[in-house]
């Protein structure tokens, strides 16, 4: 069944690439590192425009070398408590980041520390930092299911969000074995592009696609878990073309160059 998934989405990738090119490619943010914040509390409960102090001063140290900034919840992931109102500036957050061509890394963060990890996080980046990098297998999922920012991401978002789990599920429970158990899902805010609802991130991949819809789920789930789990070489084939939005390390010419060169 999964290779016959897999024939299928070749076919259907191939049948929209044009649809793809002009629509959807090259609308990926360019960026060299992503930064997820880990919250207590879902996007579904985050307001309109969110921001903090900790993540304004993170973003301002690392928006220069081409890092991005936003926050993530899991039922699975570890997070710190919020603080009282008046006292967000004391905030603590876990963080897990992905860069190219590193991979992962993750670190805790706050106002006490922040110079000293946003210069982790550069040297990371930059592949200057002399750690090893991140040999974990794990496949990060990020749905942007922030309905405050925008209706769509709430309502399809949301939709996609539970279609992953519940996909999830079906394959562990059938073989608790399954490749499908690296897969960790997050839901996250804001990422850009409303109008590409469902959006979903692949890290440490680095592909960003949109428009996924609930029933693109299981051939989605085998294009990821069929390829190498670390972030995608600049030359490599973008994965689930119909939906690819771009690539963590490419601006917009070079994500719509590369679909291009890939398909034509």
Not at 26 to 33: E, F, V
Not at 77 to 100: M, N, V, W
Not at 221 to 237: G, M, Q, S, T
Request: overall charge neutral; glycine content about 6%.
């Amino acid at each position: 069944m999964p290779a016959f998934r897999a024939l299928k989405t070749l076919a259907r990738s191939l049948s929209t690439t044009a649809r793809s090119t002009s629509e959807l490619v090259g609308t990926a943010p360019s960026h060299r590192c992503y930064i997820f914040l880990h919250t207590p509390q879902p996007p579904s409960e985050y307001p309109a425009k969110y921001a903090t102090p900790v993540q304004r001063a993170l973003l301002l140290r690392t928006a220069k070398w081409g890092g991005s900034v936003n926050f993530s919840w899991s039922e699975d992931q570890q997070s710190i408590c919020a603080r009282p109102p008046g006292e967000e500036d004391k905030q603590e957050y876990h963080l897990t980041a992905f860069a190219h061509p590193r991979g992962k890394l993750e670190a805790t963060v706050s106002m006490d520390n922040i110079e000293e990890v946003g210069e982790k996080l550069r040297a990371h980046a930059e592949g200057t930092s002399g750690a090893t990098p991140s040999n974990s297998d794990d496949v990060h999922l990020y749905v942007c299911t922030h309905g405050a920012r925008d209706c769509r991401c709430g309502d399809i978002g949301g939709a996609v969000a539970q279609a992953i789990r519940d996909e999830l599920r079906k394959r562990r429970d059938t073989n608790p074995s399954d490749p499908s158990t690296r897969i960790k899902l997050a839901e996250v805010a804001h990422v850009g592009g409303h109008k590409y609802a469902a959006n979903l991130l692949v890290y440490p991949h680095g592909e960003w696609l949109g428009e996924v819809e609930p029933e693109d789920v299981p051939e989605i789930l085998d294009a990821i878990l069929a390829l190498p789990v670390r972030p995608r070489n600049i030359d490599e084939i973008p994965i689930c073309p119909r939906n690819w939005r771009g690539r963590m390390g490419l601006n917009k010419d070079e994500q719509v160059q590369l679909l291009q060169r890939t398909y034509s």
